[in-house]
């Protein structure tokens, strides 16, 4: 079955460091780029990153740069979201998603993840 699932969110200070990490199972994942999404209360769905299926290319939202680190090990079928100096802002559920490129001029993923926590106390 084709699949994404998303894990290594929690609970953590501000100032602090969380890693993410989407597993894709049931297709290839270096035939996908991965993209990573946040929701906060109240706010609307953010792509925070994206990663092309090589890793030759990444983009990262206003709100993240500088802090986040998007990252693949196509070996192990994985992209991983490295979250450095978070700030109670970077709470929501952060969910992952699969398509050909990055840059689709908005154009649908194929595949979504389920999503994981992270909550960042102020």
């Known amino acids: 079955q084709v699949q994404l699932v998303e894990s290594g969110g929690g609970f953590v200070e501000s100032g602090g460091s969380l890693r993410l990490s989407c597993y894709a199972s049931?297709?290839?994942?270096?035939?996908?780029?991965i993209a990573w999404f946040r929701q906060a209360s109240g706010q609307e769905r953010e792509r925070v990153s994206c990663i092309s299926n090589s890793g030759g290319f990444t983009n990262y939202a206003d709100s993240v740069k500088g802090r986040f680190t998007i990252s693949r090990d196509n070996n192990k079928n994985t992209v991983y979201l490295e979250m450095n100096s978070l700030k109670p802002e970077d709470t929501g559920a952060y969910y992952c998603?699969?398509?050909?490129?990055?840059?689709?001029?908005?154009?649908?993923?194929?595949?979504w993840g389920q999503g994981t926590q992270v909550t960042v106390s102020s």
């Open positions: 998603a699969a398509r050909e490129f990055c840059n689709l001029g908005g154009g649908p993923y194929e595949y």
């Open positions: 049931g297709f290839t994942l270096d035939d996908y780029a």
